[in-house]
């Protein structure tokens, strides 16, 4: 019996594997994820429930796991997490162009917006032990959305900063690194770097690029935009 437990919990979590590796990311994928992890960290438990230190140890860090991510957190520091925003967005550049992705082996416009987010506010949860960052990149992985919802202050998350006829035109004083420009058709979303540099994943180049102002050959650097910033980021 345990033999095949061990089978199944096995199966379980190299399918997990594969779906957290998988590049497109959508509500299905993410339940069927977390079943999972659950139906393989269950099967973990039953396999080993006759070796006890390994059984307790198991138990153990799931109890450590639970208790850390249930503890109270600290407000996040804006410039740590925006400068660890702007490295995970450069981490992706070069990532091939796929609708729906939101991973180093394809990603869309809107998905590189929230994977870099996603892995700032993770990585910087886990560093700094601040589990109020490590539960707000878990919910914004698991709550999906468009560049057209970015632009329209989704879920209290982003704000409206201002709006311009082009980003080729945009006065960058009013721009913080980090912040977004969404098109006025809500199909495209970029991320500004700072200084005269943006970030995108582009359809039409097949890839996320970085792109300094002004690009009169890049399309979506002469329509109108709405500037939105992460209320996250938001200098208090």
């Known amino acids: 019996m345990q033999k095949v437990a061990r089978r199944y919990w096995l199966v379980l979590w190299l399918l997990a594997v594969g779906l957290l590796i998988y590049p497109i990311n959508n509500e ?8 999972c992890i659950t139906g393989g960290w269950a099967g973990c438990l039953w396999s080993f429930w006759n070796r006890k230190p390994v059984f ?29 925003n702007l490295a995970a967005l450069k981490s992706y550049t070069g990532t091939p162009y796929l609708w729906g992705g939101e991973g180093k082996r394809g990603i869309d416009c809107s998905g590189l917006i929230r994977a ?10 886990c560093y700094s032990l601040n589990p109020a960052l490590v539960r707000f990149a878990i919910s ?13 202050e989704y879920r209290g998350q982003t ?3 201002t709006a311009g006829s082009s980003i080729n035109d945009l006065d960058g004083s009013h721009l913080q690194p980090g912040d977004m420009a969404v098109t006025k058709s809500g ?12 970030i995108e994943a582009d359809p039409h180049f097949g890839k996320v690029i970085m792109v300094t102002v002004p690009a009169p050959k890049n399309p979506w650097f002469e329509e109108p935009v709405n500037i939105m910033r992460w209320t996250e980021l938001e200098t208090k």
């Open 159 to 161: 704000k409206h900063i």
């Open 28 to 35: 299905p994928l993410r339940i069927a994820i977390i079943g």
């Open 187 to 198: 199909v495209h979303v970029l991320a500004f770097l700072g200084g005269e540099e943006w």
């Open 116 to 125: 870099g987010l996603i892995k700032a506010n993770f990585e910087q949860g």
């Open 140 to 152: 914004l992985w698991w709550h999906d959305c468009s560049a057209k919802a970015l632009g329209e």
């Open 56 to 84: 307790y140890g198991l138990l153990a860090l799931l109890v450590l796991i639970s208790g850390f991510l249930a503890c109270p957190g600290r407000n996040p520091e804006p410039e740590k997490l925006r400068e660890a």
